[in-house]
């Protein structure tokens, strides 16, 4: 890889009119690069730190698929499970035209890992609302999971691909197989495990973690402020640190509940593109669940959706996480194989077990499209480019 390139490629992103970036590359535990740049807060004046949080949003599901598979390979879950032998609401469930889902075609847990379920990714449901009413800012994790199904599938459980709330349900089987909070099992097997000390769970509003609010409460860390692109006037405006997909105080959202920085996640990367064994030594994968977590899941409906819906051309899905499988459709260096995913800030994973390399970049920028359809794709190939 050309790291004058790479650079190059990063500067311009700020002299674009982004507010700011991060970005690490690891390959076999050694750091190889890293360039960052930009301000942190909304007035421009605060240069981003090495250890600057930052809302995950859906590079959340990364995480909660590898402590997903560490059930997996440890025997207490498998992919072939029905989703109501760990949570009973999801037993009995509905389609939209009112029909039973049919019982040879039921729920399973590869169809919630893999994005089939039928469930959308709508936070106005009426099963959430009236949790919410009832419980308030207490909702926990389980009790919102448990009224998802209040709404009818979109569609026959394996049959198309429809991004969703899938993951979040995904948390509460953990919660519920390990009789831990989903908080809790994270911090016990993966974060404390590979020394990740700045990932924890977002508030629906975390004011008190911006530099601003830093500052009442002495806190020896920042989340940076968080920006909205307007797509109709091109232009990055400011917005709250909200995460929307915390839906409580007390809900932990596998899709897209987490905070944390570049340095934590590239720990991660790490860690998964080695096989699922980090620097420090700590297992929290064995290499034959990464290749596992790598293979597409999606049959020929569900990848015609993907491309169509969401632009992954050339991509597949495997458990949580997007795979190239035809590098060669899009003219690009990368090989077969390289995995990852990204957030609705902008910021994405991106990993190769064969070469155990991995890229982390991190922005925070809501809704900005040009972060999916230009900047992913570049680094990349950039990453693969001889």
């Known amino acids: ?139 926990t994790t389980r009790q919102i999971v448990d009224a998802i199904p209040e709404t009818p599938l979109k569609f026959i459980p394996g049959t198309h691909f429809l991004y969703s709330l899938s993951h979040d349900v995904a948390a509460a089987i953990i919660e519920e197989i390990s009789g831990m909070s989903f908080g809790e099992y994270l911090k016990k097997n993966i974060w404390d495990k590979l020394g990740m000390e700045h990932t924890f769970f977002a508030a629906p509003l975390n004011t008190e973690l911006t530099n601003e609010g830093r500052k009442e409460k002495g806190l020896p860390y920042t989340l940076a402020d968080q920006y909205v692109y307007q797509e109709q006037t091109g232009k990055i405006v400011p917005m709250e640190p909200s995460c929307n997909y915390q839906l409580s105080e007390s809900y932990e959202s596998g899709g897209a509940g987490l905070i944390s920085c570049t340095e934590d996640y ?18 929290i994968l064995k290499p034959e669940t990464v290749e596992i977590i790598k293979q597409n899941l999606l049959g020929p409906d569900s990848l015609k959706d993907i491309e169509n819906n969401m632009g992954r051309v050339g991509y597949g899905y495997g458990c949580g996480m997007q795979v190239l499988m035809d590098p060669a459709k899009l003219g690009s260096p990368a090989p077969a194989g390289v995995f990852g995913w990204d957030g609705a800030a902008g910021s994405i994973l991106i990993m190769e077990s064969i070469s155990h390399t991995s890229l982390v970049f991190t922005m925070h920028v809501r809704g900005y499209g040009p972060a999916y359809g230009v900047i992913h794709p570049r680094l990349r190939d950039l990453l693969f480019e001889d």
């Open 1 to 139: 890889m050309n790291f004058d390139k790479i650079t190059n490629f990063l500067d311009s992103l700020t002299e674009g009119g982004l507010p700011s970036f991060d970005c690490m590359i690891s390959r076999d535990h050694e750091v190889l690069y890293r360039h960052m740049d930009g301000t942190s807060d909304h007035a421009h004046t605060v240069p981003i730190r090495a250890d600057q949080l930052y809302l995950m949003f859906s590079m959340t599901k990364i995480q909660t698929m590898t402590a997903f598979m560490q059930l997996v390979e440890s025997g207490k879950a498998s992919l072939d499970d029905e989703v109501s032998k760990y949570l009973p609401a999801y037993k009995n469930l509905k389609l939209e035209d009112g029909s039973a889902v049919p019982s040879d075609r039921p729920l399973l847990v590869k169809h919630l890992l893999s994005m089939q379920s039928g469930i959308d990714y709508d936070l106005e449901r009426a099963g959430i609302k009236r949790v919410l009413a009832e419980k308030g800012m207490k909702a």
């Open 266 to 283: 590239a720990v991660l990367g790490d860690a998964i593109s080695c096989g699922g064994t980090g620097k420090n030594g700590a297992k």
